[in-house]
């Protein structure tokens, strides 16, 4: 349940940064939501703002679920979870609303990027170790098996 409560949470976040997109374009229904801002640089940084939420939020959210089935404690889903989210509100913000402000896009990669490892290596590690497990019985099964056969 923990993913569904961040899916919802991002998906609202791709939802306002794609109606500043639209605003951006000159849409007269958005019109106020483009704040003035109607040159192509703004449009050009909104757009990408946009594309790098829709491009890393599957992937991490595919990755949490894994986590999270696979048995990872609440707090660090938690941890993992709100570090992203994070990550994702402030490159979105200083990316799609603001001139240029390397310091917060930066910080927003970093947010992004280090949960995203993380649950990775955990999720990598688990499925390692279950292999490794299931290659051991497998084994035991075998000579056992030969045992029973001499």
Known sequence: MLVAFYASFLAIWVVILSIRVIALRGSPA??????????????????????????YLPIFLIIMLLAETNGLQANFLHYYGSAFLIGRLIHGVSFGFMKEMLFLRVLGTVLTLLPLLGLSIYVFINCFSWYLMS???LKTLQMNKEDDLK
């Open 30 to 55: 958005f019109k106020w939501f483009s704040f003035g801002n109607n040159n192509e640089e703004g449009l050009q940084r909104a757009i990408r703002a946009q594309g790098n939420l829709t491009e």
């Open 135 to 137: 290659y051991q019985k």
